[in-house]
């Protein structure tokens, strides 16, 4: 189905009446989809109905999200890039192509000053949606008692958790929120850097030489050796790594609110190229895969941390929400060590890894997954899973489990955490 979408996409264009820099009638948008991990929440994909009947109760809501849309992290994402055009424009080296896009960079650098990193409006208007309509989804549960939150101590992501509880507060004005941050929960919100281990193999694992090969095949040189002249001499390899860095910058625009990705720099074909590195590399660096099992002992804690404060809100009663703000980095290993439709896949078929694993189905820009805990007539506590807004099976291979018995389900992650210790 991915593949029949990709096609179909690919084969179309929308005319943009107002693109990104230097765009015109002529410029065609570029499929959102391959913007990959930058592409923001698409909330026409969520379930308008819950999974669960009138007889069950919500009495609780575990909730892990990723920080929303935001600007560029730094400089650095498009240094190299920068470094290539502006060495080229000091020895008269850039083609009229290069001179636009040198005026790109510049532009959305000097749009972005003060704000590199931050949420843009587009993730703040994600957020807002988002609280709300968690509030909505279940308003009796919010009505009074106690919402908490943690997040790591990048300010995005604080920001994030910000936003949503106080769309969340809106219509619940009797709930007690609390909301915290810091380098102490990096262990649980941040075990891509806390734990060593897994530290040391995102930097320089087996998968680095992989990714690079597959670049080397599948990547197109084009789009960088367009920015410069005929004459200027530069190695097809080092064109294929400026085609990847000019990628990070285009697929952020939409996700900035500075543009649009547009067909001007790139075509959708050469786009879509990037889009499955990237995604490869997401893959191969960030989930449990046939390389790797480290990332599922760094993220074992955040699982067992959820288990926990979950069933220490049902003896309580008071707590009726526990959030969890983080990043990609933290949600991809976790739903991989649960299994989430999607999210685990175990194959060294690289070239096809995109027909079952795409890391903007799993964690686009605000990116969330509510377990919500309701009781039965009987007293039983029953879990519903929710990714990104749709109702998902919570343990495979059970068949139909929208709604499971929660003891089951703690049971199944229980199991997966003792498979990676």
Known sequence: MRKIIAKAVLAAGFLLSSAGFGASAQNAALPKQFSGSMMPYDFSLCDADVAW?????????SYTARHGARYMTSPKKIELITKALNEAEAKGGLSDKGKSFLAFIRDISAKSEGSWGLLSSVGIGEEERLGSDMAKMLPKLFKRGDAVAESTYVPRVIMTMYQFMHALEIPNQKLELSANSGHRFDTLLRCFS????????????????VYDAFVQRHVSSDPARRLFSE??????????????????????????????ATDEFMTAREYQE????????????????????????ATSPLLQAII?????ALKDGKVKFHGYFGHAETLLPLFSLMQLPGCY??????????DSWCVQDITPLGANLAVVLLKGPSGEIYASVRLNGRNVDAIPGKGKSEVVKWSDLKAFWQKRISEYK
């Open 53 to 61: 009947q009138d007889t069950l109760q919500p009495v609780f809501v």
């Open 194 to 209: 806390a734990d060593k281990a897994y530290d040391e193999y995102r930097k320089n694992g087996a998968w680095v030489n």
């Open 231 to 260: 004459d200027y001499k530069i190695d097809r390899s080092e064109l294929r790594k400026l085609t990847v860095s000019m990628y990070g910058l285009i697929q952020s625009l939409d996700a900035s609110g500075l543009g649009s």
């Open 274 to 297: 990037c889009w499955l590195a990237a995604n490869m590399q997401h893959y191969l660096r960030n989930n449990i895969n046939p390389i790797s099992h480290v990332a599922g002992k």
């Open 308 to 312: 926990n404060d979950a069933d220490a």
């Open 345 to 354: 896949i175990m194959t060294d078929n690289y070239e096809k890894l995109a």
